[in-house]
């Protein structure tokens, strides 16, 4: 006997499996009398369990077999069975658009429009439309039925055939979209046509052409949404043009009504007037020259925006050909106007600011990563791109995309992510209209409106889920890239171009490049030709980025070498899939490169030998020096994977290579970002603050760390060769002068000192044998001839100076220093500070040395005047043959050696009972002293102020000769880019000169109080 309660659990059970959720509501209808004739036929079952919402689909069936007579029923369920397009056509929408099902009960003939499956079914256009929408309000289907109802139903029967493509996947989403928006220009025709027939003499009167805008001016239009229109007339024949303008604007109004009423047989959609001039508040319709006039006038940033996608759409094809002529020269020149790309930045911003806050979690248009992100980029970079190529300027979204990756705007794996993500957001807002046909961009909330959400976007394992996940998968992406192109840099420079500018012709190239100072155009063009001929995608992106980087190299003192230093990475780099993208695409990167190959020749050089250090340029974060420690960590990895010496040395050049550049970047970067002749600040201590001063501090630092690390590494690899993993004594590097007071220059010298201590064991001699040699191959491997800048070790500081052994022991040390040590070497040692080798012993070493430069009873007369004699000296035996003392920055009147010496005296004074002054730091000194009120805050900010510009001056001749250098260089272009560093504009290096004397001038009358008291 038959267990009914199995059969029970058996048909539950195959229902779930198929997707229903109402299991009892499903086995029911699948019972009722107007199914009998499909019952049994499996297919039915699956078909239905490969909609969107079975339950859905299956009481949209059955409704629809109910509502059909007897012998149409038998011919409905006989097709649906038997006929596979038609039955996955007709289940597909029912189970994806409850409103398309109630359309089909109360309009069940219409089920019929779905039979049709031939190829030319498969992508109608605006002709098709409009043949299928007369023959429902002209024809025998609409004879009996008003105009405005029968257009309503013929409408939704169009409908059913884009539904049925759409969620069978004969169309794609742009596909869809396209012919949603050509359902609605054919809809749009047919009511002016029927307002034209309500009032003939309005007709005759004049001529009215309608223009699509947004997205069905695009072509995008989706399920339900604004059709966007503009209303533009003219008079016709004689008559006059205030009432040809009354009479179109009764036809307008009424062809809105049309559309946007709503009847028993509901609504089509809104038609939106309101991106007209003047929006809500200007007239309805206005004429051709009204509009120009206002555009030309009075129109802001987002209606230029907005036109671009205005098309022909209804009326007088004449007339509306001729408006979307006027306007597109408006369109396209409207990213000159001033603050555009700013403007367009901040409409966006405003859309987000605007949302609700419950609201901005579900938002798949307007919130940060849905639509509105990826069509602003868009339209940014067609509206300024577009002006000089045509090729960008379509008014549909994934066109333009398509375009703009196809020239090179956009890197083409960010154009497929973003049209990848594009399609799947536009698919999902589809999906969630298509249900109700109601207007909205949120995503549901109810957990059985998302699984059906789910399932129409084809998950089916756990379909909210999946579908979460993907949502939020391409929404960060959306926002990653809409940051990235939306906020490029590139395009703010790019709109201030004028177009002439913006894409260059040999004869404006050439006409430009003199205005911008180029003191050979033709060599410049020749580059220019190198760099963008051609039809590649590196030409292309070149031809982008060209045009804005000439002003960059313009604004430097050789804009010459900036161009031919950018041609010489270009061809290094030209291959490398990241370099030009990164110019593009990534943060400042374009204008940080002009900046630092117009600069002079230091970074260039370095660059040129590391090309791929370009990648820095990209953020701040690749501007920031790294710490010590981190160098050493990874110079002592590159030690560890060579086998010998001089490859491993050849590898921490590399690195050191790579970090004089960013900091030098780093330098060149800040001190074109300063105001020309910015003023320095004072602070509460007297010394000077601001940019250029944290600029020296951070310049002074970096270096410092870089040769530290690069010390530490080739005395890692010259140990390793010899004695392995440890030298039978301990050694250390000890750092003086600008070396231990962080304070080198690129172009300084490393003076150290070399101290050893024997390991328990080893005899002295031997201790002392492996530290000389160790000694010596640290120096030549340092020696080795190479192109990278030189780290010159000099140790001539050392006890006995170049008569003494070149290494003692801490012992050894100890005993010179308390038997032999002259004032001068306590005054050197104040700047010691160990930098390599065993951090105890250099601990030590400080500890002996610290009674020596901080002596507790102070400096006495004999010592100061030792100190004053040497200086004197020094002064007049030092300084170069020729040289102007007004003009040297380190032996010259007011220079470093002035301020040095300065504050060593009083550190060599007070340094024993102020602990601030126990510092190898000029700079952290003169505070101590200001602060121990050891020198007026006056005279140390003008000792401070001294001390910094003569740094600058030094670090700047080495950047822009490429060598080092104490004076102003006497070449006019050298001169200039010095300058320009110090943040004096073209033309205005004289007044760096007069700066420069007044600032040392003031500082030696301070020294000549304090350091020589009078």
Not at 396 to 413: D, N, W
Not at 463 to 486: C, G, I, N, Q, S
Not at 742 to 769: I, K, T
């Amino acid at each position: 006997m038959a267990n009914p309660q199995g059969g029970r659990r058996s048909t539950v059970t195959r229902l779930v499996r198929h997707g229903f959720t109402d299991t009892a509501a499903a086995d029911r209808l699948l019972a009722a009398p107007a199914l009998a004739a499909a019952q049994s036929d499996p297919v039915l079952l699956d078909a239905l369990g490969a909609t969107a919402d079975p339950d859905q689909a299956l009481l949209g069936l059955v409704r629809l077999a109910e509502a059909l007579p007897d012998d149409q029923r038998g011919v409905l369920l006989d097709t649906v069975t038997s006929a596979k397009p038609l039955r996955d056509r007709l289940l597909g929408v029912l189970g994806a658009s409850e409103a398309l099902a109630d359309h089909l009960a109360r309009h069940p003939d219409d089920w019929e429009s779905l039979v049709t499956y031939e190829s030319a079914d498969l992508h109608p256009a605006t002709g098709e439309f409009e043949q299928a929408l007369a023959e429902g309000v002209w024809g025998e289907r609409g004879a009996a039925l008003p105009r405005p109802d029968a257009l309503r139903i013929a409408y939704r029967r169009a409908m059913l055939g884009i539904a049925a493509r759409d969620v069978c996947g004969t169309t794609d989403v742009a596909e869809t979209a396209a012919e949603l928006a050509d359902l609605a220009t054919a809809t749009v025709r047919a009511a002016l046509e029927i307002a034209a027939e309500e009032a003939p003499e309005d007709s005759s009167a004049c001529r009215l052409a309608v223009i699509g805008m947004g997205k069905c001016g695009g072509r995008e239009l989706n399920y339900v949404s604004d059709v966007d229109v503009i209303f533009v007339a003219e008079a016709r024949g004689d008559t006059d043009e205030g009432k040809a303008l009354q009479a179109a604007t009764r036809l307008a109004a009424r062809l809105m009504r049309l559309c946007s009423d709503t009847t028993a047989e509901g609504t089509i959609w809104q038609v939106d007037a309101n991106l007209r001039p003047e929006g809500r508040n200007g007239p309805l319709v206005r004429t051709l020259s009204s509009h120009l006039a206002y555009y030309q006038r009075w129109a802001k940033t987002w209606e230029f925006q907005a036109l671009l996608k205005a098309r022909p759409m209804a009326g007088d094809t004449e007339l509306g050909k001729a408006y979307v002529d006027a306007v597109e020269p408006l369109v396209w020149h409207a990213a000159e106007r001033e603050n555009f790309v700013t403007d367009v930045q901040q409409m966006r911003r405003r859309v987000v600011d605007n949302i609700p806050a419950a609201q901005l979690e579900r938002e798949l248009k307007l919130g940060p990563g849905g639509l509105r992100d990826v069509e602003f980029a868009v339209q940014l970079l067609q509206l300024v791109h577009g002006r000089g190529d045509e090729s960008l300027r379509s008014g549909t979204t994934l066109v333009a995309l398509e375009a703009l990756a196809a020239g090179g705007y956009v890197g083409r794996t960010d154009a497929a992510s973003l049209d990848e993500a594009y399609r799947f957001l536009r698919s999902m807002e589809h999906a969630i209209q298509l249900q109700k046909l109601r207007r909205t961009h949120l995503m549901p909330e109810s957990a059985s409106e998302v699984r059906r959400l789910g399932r129409s976007m084809g998950f089916r394992g756990d379909p909210a889920t999946e579908l979460r996940r993907a949502w939020r998968r391409h929404a960060r992406e959306v926002r990653r890239l809409h940051e990235k192109l939306f906020y490029r840099p590139l395009l703010d420079a790019v709109a201030r171009l004028t177009p002439g500018e913006a894409h260059l012709t040999a004869a404006a190239a050439s006409q430009r490049l003199e205005a911008l100072g180029y003191a050979d155009p033709a060599a410049a063009l020749r580059h220019l030709e190198a760099l963008a001929s051609g039809m590649s995608r590196k030409a292309a992106i070149q031809r982008t980025l060209l045009p804005v980087m000439l002003g960059w190299f313009g604004d430097s003192a050789d804009p010459d070498a900036g161009l031919f230093n950018f041609r010489q990475v270009s061809d290094a780099l030209g291959k490398t899939p990241w370099y030009l993208r990164l110019l593009r695409d990534e943060g400042a990167a374009a204008e940080n490169l002009a900046r630092v190959l117009s600069a002079g020749r230091f970074a260039p050089d370095l660059l040129l030998r590391a090309p791929e250090a370009v990648a820095l340029l990209g953020d701040e974060q690749g501007l920031r020096a790294r710490s010590r420690a981190a160098l050493e960590q990874e110079v002592m990895a590159a030690v560890g994977r060579h086998p010998d010496p001089e490859s491993a040395v050849a590898a921490v050049r590399g690195v050191r290579r790579r970090e004089l550049f960013r900091s030098a970047a780093a330098d060149i970067i800040q001190a074109y970002g300063q105001p020309v002749g910015a003023v320095p600040e004072q602070t509460g201590t007297g010394l000077v603050s601001g940019p250029a001063a944290t600029a020296v501090d951070r310049t002074g630092d970096a270096i410092s760390d870089i040769n530290a690390a690069t010390i530490a590494g080739a005395l890692r690899a010259a140990v390793r060769a010899r004695w392995g993993d440890e030298l039978p004594t301990r050694f250390a590097v000890i750092g003086m002068g600008r070396f231990g007071g962080h304070e080198l220059g690129y172009g300084s010298d490393a003076d150290v000192l070399f101290v050893h201590e024997p390991r328990e064991g080893v005899a002295d001699e031997e201790a002392a044998q492996a530290a000389f040699a160790v000694a010596n191959e640290l120096r030549r491997l340092l020696q080795l001839p190479t192109a990278d800048p030189p780290l010159l070790i000099d140790a001539d500081l050392r006890p006995e100076g170049k008569s003494g052994p070149l290494v003692r022991t801490l012992a050894s040390y100890a005993a010179y220093y308390r038997r032999w040590s002259l004032v001068w070497e306590s005054q050197a040692l104040l700047r010691a500070e160990p930098v390599a080798g065993d951090e105890g012993l250099g601990r030590r070493f400080v500890e002996l040395i610290d009674p020596l430069r901080y002596p507790a009873s102070g400096l006495g007369a004999d010592g100061v005047r030792d100190i004053r004699r040497l200086k004197a000296r020094m002064e007049a035996e030092r300084l170069p043959r020729g040289a102007d003392p007004t003009l040297h920055a380190k032996l010259g009147r007011g220079g470093l050696s002035d301020v040095e010496w300065t504050v060593q005296l009083l550190q060599l004074r007070h340094g024993h009972e102020v602990a601030g002054l126990r510092t190898t730091r000029t700079r952290a000194a003169l505070a101590a002293a200001a602060e121990a009120e050891l020198l007026a805050a006056e005279d140390a900010q003008v000792l401070d102020e001294a001390w910094l510009l003569a740094t600058r001056v030094r670090n700047a001749v080495m950047l822009v000769r490429g060598r080092p250098g104490d004076t102003f260089p006497a070449e006019g272009r050298e001169l200039a880019g010095v300058g320009r560093y110090l943040g004096y504009g073209p033309g205005h290096a004289g007044e760096l000169i007069e700066d420069y004397r007044r600032t040392t001038r003031r500082a030696r009358g301070v020294v000549e109080r304090v350091f020589y008291e009078g």
